[in-house]
T-cell receptor, first 114, second 115 residues
Framework: AQSVAQPEDQVNVAEGNPLTVKCTYSVSGNPYLFWYVQYPNRGLQFLLKYITGDNLVKGSYGFEAEFNKSQTSFHLKKPSALVSDSALYFCAVRDDDGGFKTIFGAGTRLFVKA | EPEVTQTPSHQVTQMGQEVILRCVPISNHLYFYWYRQILGQKVEFLVSFYNNEISEKSEIFDDQFSVERPDGSNFTLKIRSTKLEDSAMYFC?????????????FGEGSRLTVL
């Protein structure tokens, strides 16, 4: 069974500084990995995904994530944070066994201070 | 841009009552899902649906829950006899035909309050 861990409930960063939101995963096969963002009272929005290929994937709003198979991690990064990046971020995983289920982490709340 | 739409946005019901939450997925998507989120926290998988049948379901999705796609456009979640602990935000999602690698597109959610 697949699982996702987001070890930080909250990440605080100053505007203009780089940000990292951590994620580790566990699957029986190869992982398909995703990041989603949720703004208050809204649905989840897709940011980026890793399926195969280049370990560094780029997504929406200047975000990127690095897949590290040996560390089973998929950390979300952005070189320069904006106040508008403040939101709830979810890492998610799906096993490559042909199943349909995407499992989400508990979420990390990002606060960007001006 | 195509989007997933959900109705109602908020429903208040009495314990023991039946509730139906409705979703219109993106038109060319073939895979449909329901998730729930309690108190703005963890997003929990309930069920996936493909080719007019359930493909996977979680332990949360017990006999009180059912899904159907009655008319080729709507995708509904029914809770037969609501409990207090069913109070949550319910999200519908859909994905394109390559389901295993496709990202999910979520609706804005239906908030269910059980009194």
């Amino acid at each position: 069974a697949q699982s996702v861990a987001q070890p930080e409930d909250q990440v605080n960063v100053a505007e203009g500084n780089p940000l990292t939101v951590k994620c580790t995963y566990s699957v029986s096969g190869n992982p398909y990995l995703f990041w989603y963002v949720q703004y208050p009272n809204r649905g989840l929005q897709f940011l980026l995904k890793y399926i195969t290929g280049d370990n560094l994937v780029k997504g929406s709003y200047g975000f990127e994530a690095e897949f590290n198979k040996s560390q089973t991690s998929f950390h979300l990064k952005k070189p320069s944070a904006l106040v508008s990046d403040s939101a709830l971020y979810f890492c998610a995983v799906r096993d490559d066994d042909g199943g349909f289920k995407t499992i989400f982490g508990a979420g990390t709340r990002l606060f960007v201070k001006a | 841009e195509p989007e997933v739409t959900q109705t109602p946005s908020h429903q208040v019901t009495q314990m023991g009552q039946e509730v139906i939450l409705r979703c219109v997925p993106i038109s060319n998507h073939l895979y449909f899902y329901w998730y729930r989120q309690i108190l703005g926290q963890k997003v929990e998988f309930l069920v996936s649906f493909y080719n007019n049948e359930i493909s996977e379901k979680s332990e949360i999705f017990d006999d009180q829950f059912s899904v159907e796609r009655p008319d080729g456009s709507n995708f509904t979640l029914k809770i037969r006899s609501t409990k207090l602990e069913d109070s949550a935000m319910y999200f519908c999602a859909s994905s394109v035909r390559i389901a295993n690698t496709g990202e999910l597109f979520f609706g804005e959610g239906s908030r269910l309050t059980v009194l």
